[in-house]
Structures are given as C-alpha cells and as structure tokens.
C-alpha cells in the first residue's frame, strides 16, 4: 500500500471509532445488484431509545448493530450511479433522512457502492 493510501486509511479508522448519534428516521441497508448494474439502499424505520440504540418500532428490541435481523423494508431505492442515488432519497420530499451527518455517511457509502459496482470488488457497507 503507497503511503498516501495507508494515510488515509489510517485517518478513516480513526474517524469511525467516534460516537456518532443514531438517525431517528430510521436507517439504510446497501448492497449491489450486479445483474442489474444497481445500487440499492433499503430504508428501515426506527425509534431511538433514551439510551440512543435504535429499536424496532412494532417489537420494542434493540436493532443490533451486527449481524442478520429479520426486518421489512419501508422503501427500496436503487440507481444506476452514487449520485443518482443521493438525488432520489435526499431531494425527495419524504426523505426519511433528518440528520446530516447521516447524509453524508450515505453520501460516502453510495461512492464506495458505485466504485466497487465499476471494478468489481466486493461491497461491504462501513
């Protein structure tokens, strides 16, 4: 790895050890449609709790933060690029984001979609 990459890997890591606080429109699960050649982002809904963990508005439990949970989507969105995409959820007039540090996280998550879409590599959301 060249330096300017580990530079800024090094600052990523650091950067995604900070407490952030939850969105209480809810959140977004992203992943790739290859054979389509989309991005998707499912929005689910949450309340956040007074001790700031996201909950399932129907059962009451704690979203956990890893790991499978069995949940229906409020909305599918999808888009052939990251900006696209941002366009459809953020300037839609039920954007289910209200913070913006969320935002931008989305914003982020969308470019490392659509680069890992162009080349080929593996998507994992941060």
């Keep these: 790895m060249n330096q300017l990459v580990e530079n800024i890997t090094t600052i990523d890591n650091e950067l ?3 407490h952030i606080d939850l969105d209480p429109g809810g959140y977004f699960i992203i992943y790739l449609d290859r054979e389509a050649n989309l991005i998707c982002a499912k929005h689910y809904t949450n309340i956040i709790n007074e001790q700031g963990l996201a909950v399932d508005p129907e059962t009451g439990k704690v979203i956990p933060a890893k790991g499978k949970v069995e949940r229906t989507a409020e909305t599918l969105y999808t888009a052939r690029t990251a900006k696209e995409l941002s366009v459809k959820i953020i300037e839609n007039p039920s954007c289910p984001v209200t913070m ?5 996280y989305l914003g982020r998550e969308f470019i490392r979609a659509e ?3 162009i080349s080929g590599q593996e998507y994992i959301q941060d």
Excluded at 100 to 104: R, S, V
């Design 16 to 18: 995604s050890k900070r």
């Design 100 to 104: 913006l540090d969320h935002a931008c």
């Design 115 to 117: 680069m890992a879409l």
